[in-house]
């Protein structure tokens, strides 16, 4: 032990000190390519933003809405800079999201009630905050 009273072989925290080093690298897998992914989308996305002929807001000018589906869609088929900023924000919100649903797995797997029930009241309450969120 340290002064500080953690462990010396571990970084202090619970989660290092109790999951099995595969699980934790696939975790920070997933969310090493969930940022990843959604900077590179960014930097596209502002790219095509600033060098693109003008800012065209696609879902928010086209149907009259701050998010529209079909109008999201067709933006990033069109390749319009703002639908892809989205689409880079959308990924970096889901990436935690992704991580508490491959660690219900991980933990359903090694057979881990406890923390399988856990994670699967926090991946509730994140459904319920994304419902709440979206109607109202």
Do not use: K, N, W, Y
């Not at 800079?81 to 359903?108: N, Q, Y």
């Amino acid at each position: 032990m340290t002064a500080a009273g953690t462990a010396e072989t571990g970084s202090g925290t619970s989660t290092d000190d109790t999951l099995p080093p595969a699980m934790t690298r696939l975790i920070a897998r997933a969310l090493r390519i969930g940022v990843g992914l959604s900077a590179a989308l960014a930097i596209i996305g502002l790219s095509a933003l600033l060098l693109g002929p003008a800012a065209v807001f696609t879902a928010a000018t086209v149907h009259g809405a701050p998010f529209s589906g079909p109008g999201f869609v067709s933006g990033l088929a069109h390749g319009q800079g703002m639908d892809i900023l989205l689409l880079a924000f959308i990924v970096l919100i889901a990436t935690p999201l992704i991580r508490v649903i491959i660690s219900v797995g991980l933990f359903a797997r090694a057979g881990d009630r406890p923390f399988t029930t856990l994670t699967l009241t926090v991946l509730l309450l994140l459904g319920l905050s994304v419902l709440i969120g979206a109607f109202a």
